[in-house]
């Protein structure tokens, strides 16, 4: 096949940068490139048909080679340009994902009355798994909810052959070119108590982060995470040039609209672009306004290094060991020594092994007990070092395990559908009860407050399906949580859930079925980022899996009904998908503090 000159030339160039990469490997120059941070590394997806159109191509040649090329995004996707009429517009910004290229259907359609002279129309559609709007948030869709359709109207342009006339805004990928060519990017947001930086998902291609996450930044949070953040950015702040990147210094130039922020929200600032751009390679920062340099509590004219911000903490630790109901019904730890994997209760609580214990949780750094006694009726709470029974935080009926978030609130929810969330602190007043509309008429089976104590993850089942739901927390000015916010759908094909946890600031881990995976007696695991797609984790070797727990995204845990544990170890991969491990302990109700 014989590539047309204009596309032939960006195709060497391509390969010449490849060739040009790979001898740079051998050493580090002592004076880095000054390259602008939108228009990094380019890559061409590895589905992606890079040859450009040719004159012989019919009507659905040139519309499978546009849609094949929109993965390519050299030189502002000129390859999928070229098969567009020359100056018809087209926006590259937001993304439709479908499953593979067996789903994609490109049908051309007969003539009618209407056509103008010389138009062919041709139909594209395929079942939609995702989009990404233009400021890269990913939002899943229903197993058979949405279906992309368009109909391109092509003209023959003399000496080049067909070309598109109305191409419909945004890129349209395959999921397997979407893996191949994007990278998610957390973008971070101080939670209102200034103690925590949350991470807010969004997924850009390789090579053109850094420009794109400030804008990212600079426009604000997602909507269902805005109640529980805040932001140094002051309103109608933009970038007023492209950001560059010289070595490991991002240099970013703001528009006046900057200069009204106050000391602590320019603290704030460069903290959130530090976190921000660390994922894209990025050390430090130059900040500016029309080039004059931007004071944000460092010394004039300086690099903002780490130490000029304040002590937001963006990933939260826990104690590592999970929890676990021995054989006893006492709480204890899984813990590795020398001799081995061993359970090993924890002392001074043996007030809370009441019968019919389960679900044992703790505060993040084991300090403060929790578990559901009277056939999940009851929370009780101890504290090993204190003496006296154990405190009744909660009564109710159906209540979820127990939760405790940073702040030493202890949370459960009903799972009788009338919306119930409850949280109580010990010496505190009474509980406190939360009426959340959007849980009203759903059996609620796990509710976990996140590490930071500004999110909760919910799983729910009715309403004909399973729910797994993120939402923000508002709290009251003495920090007592007053209201949960309105949700994001985590993981809109799911069809019941079993159990879900958090595994750090950003990752979530199910026990449940999703549409065509998973059987009634056999439900699968995964774990997702909140903003992403799931990756399926390796199957159980068992059934009956119970409850799931992790620290970290390569390390999470799963109980089943006959006291069996089970670790997973791996990359969360659908091409390296792990496995399990079973711990060599006999236990039940695995769980991780917090």
């Known amino acids: 096949m014989t590539v047309p000159g204009p596309a032939r030339c960006r195709l060497l160039a391509l390969a010449l940068a490849a060739a040009l990469g790979c001898a740079a490997c051998g050493g580090i120059p002592a004076t880095g490139p000054v390259v602008a941070g939108h228009a990094g590394d380019l890559l061409v997806a590895h589905d992606v048909l890079s040859g450009g159109p040719q004159p012989a191509d019919g009507p659905v040649a040139i519309v499978r080679g546009y849609l ?20 018809q517009r087209w926006s590259s910004d937001s993304v439709t994902i479908y499953p593979d290229q067996t789903a994609l259907q490109i049908t051309p359609l007969p003539r009618t009355a209407p056509d103008a002279v010389g138009v062919v129309r041709v139909r594209v559609s395929a079942p939609v798994v995702a989009t990404v709007d233009a400021w890269g948030a990913y939002h899943g869709v229903r197993s058979g909810g949405q279906r992309w359709s368009q109909v391109l109207e092509l003209t023959r342009v003399a000496g080049l052959g067909w070309r598109i006339l109305n191409p419909p805004d945004g890129r349209v990928l395959s999921q397997a070119d979407f893996d191949y060519t994007f990278v998610k990017f957390p973008v971070y947001f101080p939670d209102r108590s200034g103690s925590y930086l949350l991470p807010d998902l969004r997924w ?14 600079l426009q604000g949070p997602s909507p269902w995470l805005a109640p529980a953040v805040t932001t140094g950015v002051p309103p109608g702040t933009k970038l007023a040039v492209p950001v560059v990147v010289s070595e490991d210094v991002a240099m970013i130039d703001l528009t006046p609209q900057a200069l009204a922020a106050n000391p602590l929200q320019r603290q704030f600032l460069a903290a ?18 029309h080039q004059a340099v931007f004071d944000t509590g460092s010394q004039p004219g300086a690099v903002v290094a780490g130490e000029s911000a304040p002590s937001l903490t963006a990933d939260p630790q826990i104690d590592p060991r999970p929890l676990v109901l021995d054989s006893s019904g006492h709480i204890a730890r899984i813990e590795a020594g020398v001799a081995g994997t061993a359970i090993v209760p924890v002392k001074g609580l043996d007030r809370l092994a009441v019968p019919g214990a389960a679900l044992p949780g703790s505060d993040a750094t084991g300090s403060s007990f929790t578990v559901l006694a009277a056939e999940r009726g009851t929370v009780l709470q101890a504290v090993p070092s204190q003496i006296g029974p154990a405190k009744v935080l909660i009564t109710g009926k159906q209540l979820t395990a127990p939760s405790t978030d940073p702040r030493g609130w202890v949370w459960s929810a009903s799972g009788r559908g009338d919306g119930a969330v409850f949280v ?14 959007w849980l009203k008429g759903l059996d609620v089976v796990s509710l976990k407050v996140s590490r930071d104590g500004a999110r909760v993850l919910v799983g729910a089942n009715g309403k004909g399906r399973g729910w797994l739901y993120a939402a923000s927390v508002v709290r009251e000015p003495a920090g007592q949580p007053g209201e949960i ?4 759908d ?8 079993v159990d879900a946890s958090w595994v750090d600031a950003l990752n979530v881990a199910v026990i449940g079925r999703r549409a065509g995976a998973g059987s009634p007696n056999r439900p699968l695991t995964w774990a997702l980022p909140v903003g992403g797609p799931a990756v399926g984790l390796a199957p159980l070797p068992v ?23 089970f670790e997973f170890t791996g990359q969360l991969s659908e091409r390296v998908p792990g496995d399990w491990s079973k711990v060599p302990v006999h236990a039940t109700w695995v769980s991780m503090p917090g």
């Open 68 to 87: 094949g090329n929109q993965g390519n995004s050299q030189e502002s996707y000129a390859v999928a340009r070229d098969y567009l009429v020359n100056g």
């Open 204 to 217: 850009f291609v390789r090579g053109t982060a850094a420009t794109l996450l400030v804008q990212a930044l």
């Open 272 to 289: 959130q672009l530090r976190a921000t751009l660390a994922a894209a390679g990025v050390s430090n920062l130059r900040l500016t306004v």
């Open 424 to 437: 109580a602190k010990p010496g505190d007043r009474s509980p406190a009860t939360l009426k959340v509309d």
């Open 485 to 488: 916010g309105q949700p994001v």
């Open 490 to 497: 985590l993981l809109p094909d799911l069809r019941d859930v």
């Open 543 to 565: 059934p009956g899996a119970r409850t799931i727990a992790g620290d970290g995204p390569g390390q999470i845990w799963v109980a089943t009904f006959t006291g069996q544990i």
